[in-house]
């Protein structure tokens, strides 16, 4: 029965998405407008529904290695003091240089008023809600109730870096005492709302805490003798206008440190929960053995997440990866010497910590583990 409900209830939510893709234009507008007024009630912005693009041009600027587009867009103001006319307005952004891209008939476009408006961007708050939305139905379809905990644990950890972790950055304080007191309370919420409170629980938890801590200490190693500064990124550039008293390598290790914790999370537990069943499955299992044989599940999970993680931080890495490998710029020398790049050594070095990390998570959190599942087959 509970089968049924399941796959009925993942067939609406198919329907539902097909469908919002299939009307997307009309449901952009009209739900856009009810978000834009929740998200902006002192109605500062407006949108826009373009109806026409015309006279585009392709610029290339080959001092800044940009390439802008340059297009006339007719557009139906659809809220404001303007509802209902017809405006001509200009947009020049910067794209690649394939020409279909840009503005699109039908695209709802967020627009700042004034003489004359401004295009700002494409409007996709509704289809990133969709997205969101999408992705919760199906956590909470397989997972269930957990499924359902995971995303308030999810929400709190966003909640924790918007309204602890960058507050306290912009505000001077030292960035590491940050990190870690904020990493902990991420930890501490995320593990028990996603998977209960418990022995199993409370290993995983222990066993990230400690890993953290001498992780952050081989990174702040590691950045000191790389001797990087995290000061390259043009976010990381306009940041320092507004914000210069920031301590840009301390900010480096923060986000290393936010790194570590979804592999780590995924790590202590996983242990944890191994060597819980492996006590089940064989009560008269001594710490030695279960050690040994949680060792055996970590090698695995080891092998697997080193590779998932350097795929990780290379994928965000691509554009700077391809710069290198095609050798277009006379900045970058090829070869070994490439890797002397400081952008490309704080991807090395992001993905050895967080590779140390793991590697330290294993025989801790497996260590914990078959100490207290031991100690609890001799109570």
Known sequence: MMRNKKIIAGALVFIIAILAIVFRDPVNEAVGLWLLHYSDPAANLVLG?????????IIYAQEEQDVYSSEQVEVNVLNGPDKGQDLSLADYSVISENPDQGIAPGEIL???PGTPYQVLDVYRLPALLLIILLFACAVIWLGGKRGLFSLFGLTESLFVLAGFFAPQLLGGANPIVVGLGGSIVIILLS?????????????????????????????VF????????GLLSQDVVSLKLVYGQVNFQSLLLVGIIIGMLGILDDTTIGQSVGVDEIRKANPSLGFS?????????GKQHIASLVNTLALAYAG?????????????????????LSINAEFIAEEIVRTIAGGFALILAVPITTALAAYWASKKKEG
């Open 110 to 112: 967020l627009l700042l």
């Open 49 to 57: 529904k373009a109806l026409s693009v015309s006279d585009k041009n």
């Open 222 to 229: 590691f950045v000191h003798i790389a001797n990087i500064i």
């Open 316 to 336: 965000a890495f691509l554009p700077f990866f391809l710069v290198v490998v095609a050798n277009s710029s006379n900045l970058y020398p090829t070869g070994l």
């Open 289 to 297: 053995e279960l050690y040994k044989r949680g060792m055996t599940i």
């Open 191 to 219: 593990q028990y709302l996603a998977h209960g409170f418990g022995r199993v629980t409370s290993i995983a938890v222990v066993g990230t805490i400690v890993t953290l801590f001498l992780s952050v200490g081989i990174s």
